[in-house]
């Protein structure tokens, strides 16, 4: 396979080499594809985490443990409104 690289990516390789940090291109773009492929994962960790999530709420709702709106938005005001209150 072939890639051709941005001047900008190719700039950025050749400041990572001189550097020090890494000896060869090959070593910049194996680091990079490496991060890719942890980012990658975390982001399909998280979208697995937030489906299990919106399941369970999905299911609290159904036994009626949920709150409206509504309620919830009035008991955030009260808090405020209480704390405001006892800083004055």
Known sequence: MNVSLKPKHQKFIQEQIESGRFSNADAVIETAFELLEKLNEEYVQW???????????????????????????????????KERQEKT
Request: proline content about 0%.
């Open 47 to 81: 979208v697995k985490e937030t489906r299990q999530k919106v399941e369970e709420a999905e299911k609290e709702l159904d036994r009626g443990e949920g709150l409206d709106g509504e309620t919830v938005v009035n008991q955030i005001l009260e808090r405020f409104q």
